[in-house]
């Protein structure tokens, strides 16, 4: 008890998620969200809860709660979203009968538990789903509304020049193909019909 626990979920097979979106939910509360390389916390779990973002691009999106007790065990819903692709599961925590108390620490006195974590083929209603995506937005809202309006305009100006690197970067790479492309053509004129000649075995 007071102790970090994992709720595992891995991709599979192995993807980079670094790019996705991922919505972890205990219940129908929203414990967080991982969006645009950031993640926002649930309201009631503020500063308990995180995503190790180094792992994400082995596809490693578990979620880490820290300072457990036993209002957190429950079932655990996890979304992960790419485009127009979404998968999901759900984890379920529970507590196993064997109760043993632990050596008295300065930095923690109480009780060990023991849990069981295991995946739960569970389908969540309409109903349901839409209490989540609410607990979703008010997270999100939340988030915005510690910031002051400079900070705000600071965090979209950053947003829309990083936009702009990404441009620059994209269209720097397409001006280096193309002149790949001019160089090989110049050392074979040819080679731009090889692919229309069906009985060329090339």
Request: charge should be positive.
């Amino acid at each position: 008890m007071g102790s970090e626990i994992n709720v595992p979920c891995h991709l599979t097979p192995e993807i980079c998620a670094i790019g996705m979106q991922i919505k972890w939910f205990k219940e129908t509360d929203c414990v967080c969200i991982y969006k645009n390389r950031h993640v926002i916390e649930g309201r009631s779990y503020r500063d308990r809860v995180s995503l190790d973002t180094h792992v994400l691009e082995r596809g490693n999106v578990s979620l880490h709660v820290n300072i457990f007790s036993v209002s957190d065990v429950g079932d655990y819903y996890c979304q992960v979203i790419s485009g127009g692709r979404t998968q999901q599961i759900t984890v379920g925590v529970s507590i196993k009968p064997e109760v043993q108390p632990v050596s008295q620490s300065p930095r923690f006195q109480g009780r060990s538990i023991h849990l069981k974590l295991f995946e739960i083929d569970k389908v969540w209603t309409k109903q349901e789903t839409d209490i989540m995506n609410k607990s979703a937005l008010m997270a999100g809202e939340c988030c915005f509304s510690k910031f002051t309006k400079e900070e705000l305009q600071y965090m979209l100006i950053r947003a829309c020049k990083e936009k702009d690197r990404q441009l620059e970067r994209a269209e720097q790479e397409l001006r280096e193909t193309r002149k790949m492309l001019d160089r090989l053509l110049r050392l074979n004129p040819h080679a731009q019909f090889l692919d229309r000649d069906k009985s060329n075995p090339i």
